[in-house]
């Protein structure tokens, strides 16, 4: 097949460079030159385990291109719109600039036949918009909503593998032919039984904020619990694995800890509240708001702990961070829960020094004023206290015994609940976590 990929971000590169391993012609699109550049010299401007490979196998095979022209895209018989949907500023919606932008950008290209393919997370109600320019601008071509559930640092397996495939569509002749040509772009993952849902536009778009909500609920809900044992001395990963058992529960995504942050979650429920508003069901989605609120809270409680930690203050304490990304294996910085940490100790007097595998050089470009080293030895030199909030492999595995030996004062708050209480307590550290006594 033929296809385009209009954004190329975390989702689009990424889309662009599995749909190419799959066998097919792709033209990725961005209006960002320096990222167009790198892509095209098989770099990933951001890290993602698999993706460098990729780059360079599909252009290596000339049937990856990469540019900031869109008229190039006219090929194409598919257009993926792969475009960021991010926080509007001051307000909980979502900012659609970016998909108008790409959905005006495709639409003269368009030839009979052709299929949109939407994968932005969307507020529900802009898939039937675009379906609607896109019958204007070319009555032969199809809308298809098909949201991505991609997972950063798993974005190359979740590509590949999916674990469903929902298709947005009307019930019309064209709109089956349509789904047909998007069967091919997936024949593989389908041939390998991946389940497809097809179902109507207001559906494939709610999937995806529905799947993120239920995500973060599952993740408020044990941190909810981590403020019950706190208070009463129980231990909240016991708690997790003693409910996990219940195949009806289950243990994934109840790890308790600083909480939930990333380019998705947060900003998809509350851009889903928003739109719940606009709907006239905002009650429906109240819950969100403590979701919301109890995830903001554990950023608090983690400052919390580290002043109390620091004999009731922090001001010109040296507090070691290990972890600036969101979570482990990815170098995405937005809204992340460890960063947000480090920069509230040091904007209240502490001096704070942040580490990170790969998160450092946007760390850096974020929050400036923190101090960054590349090496956990040198981030916790000195150090008073250390927060663990990312739980890179490499910090999980940290040994406490030789760690001592660098620390000026042998304190952890473990902000992932991810390491043994009782090996670092054994090697003589005062170990804290949040919902652990
Ligand atoms: C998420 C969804 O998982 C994915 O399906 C969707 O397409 C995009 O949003 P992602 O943002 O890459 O993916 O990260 P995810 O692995 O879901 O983690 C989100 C956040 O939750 C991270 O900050 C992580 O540390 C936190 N988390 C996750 C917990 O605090 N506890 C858990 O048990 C699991």
């Known amino acids: 097949m033929r296809i385009s990929v209009f954004g190329c971000g975390y989702l689009g590169a990424v889309h662009a460079a599995c749909m190419t391993r799959l066998g097919h012609d792709v033209i990725g699109v961005d209006v960002i030159p320096e990222h167009i550049a790198a892509l095209s010299r098989g770099e990933a401007p951001f890290y993602e ?17 990469f540019t900031t022209d869109q008229s190039r895209a006219a090929d194409a018989q598919i257009h993926f719109i ?141 941190n909810a619990m981590a403020e019950l044992c706190e208070a009463t001395g129980a231990d909240v990963s016991l708690l997790a694995d003693a409910i996990g058992h219940d195949a009806r529960i289950g243990r994934r995504f109840l790890n308790a800890g600083v909480g939930f942050g990333g380019g998705c979650l947060p900003k998809d429920i509350r851009a ?10 905002d009650q429906a989605l109240s819950f969100l708001r403590e979701v919301d609120s109890i995830n903001m809270r554990r950023r608090v409680r983690m400052v919390d702990l580290a002043r109390e930690e620091c004999g009731g203050s ?59 080293a590349q090496t956990v030895a040198d981030a916790v030199a000195g150090a008073e206290v250390i927060l663990l909030l990312t739980e890179w492999p490499e910090y999980v595995g940290l040994d406490p015994v030789e760690l001592r030996e660098r620390v000026a004062v042998p304190r952890i708050i473990d902000g992932r609940n991810c390491l043994d209480p009782v090996a670092w307590r054994a090697a003589g550290w005062t170990y804290r976590a949040l919902g652990r006594p």
């Open 49 to 65: 385990p698999g993706l460098p490979d990729l780059l360079a196998e599909g252009i290596a095979t000339g049937r990856l291109v």
């Open 82 to 222: 792969c475009v960021g949907t991010p926080q509007k500023a001051g307000e909980y919606a979502a900012d659609l600039t970016y998909v108008e932008s790409a959905v005006t950008a495709i639409l003269p290209l368009l030839k009979p036949g052709d299929v949109v393919v939407g994968k932005s997370t969307v507020p529900v109600g802009t898939a039937e918009r675009i379906a609607e320019r896109v019958r204007m601008a070319q009555p032969g071509a199809e809308l298809i909503w098909n949201p991505e559930f991609l997972r950063e640092g798993f974005a190359v397996e979740d590509t590949l593998k999916p674990d469903r495939l929902v298709y947005g569509m009307a019930q019309t002749d064209s709109a089956r032919a349509a789904a047909a040509l998007l069967d091919e772009v997936y024949a593989v993952a389908l041939a390998d039984g991946t389940p497809k849902v097809e179902a109507d536009l207001a559906t494939a778009q709610l999937v995806k904020v529905a799947a993120n909500s239920f995500l973060s609920t599952k993740i408020s809900f044990i």
């Open 272 to 281: 889903f509240m928003a739109r719940a508003g606009e709907l006239g069901v």
């Open 314 to 372: 922090i001001v010109g304490r040296r507090i070691a961070v290990l972890g600036a990304a969101f979570k482990p294996d990815s170098d995405d910085i937005r809204d992340s829960p460890a960063l947000s940490v480090a920069a509230q100790m040091q904007l209240q007097g502490a001096r704070v020094t942040v580490t990170d595998p790969k998160a450092i050089d946007n760390a850096r470009k974020k929050w400036p004023e923190l101090s960054f």
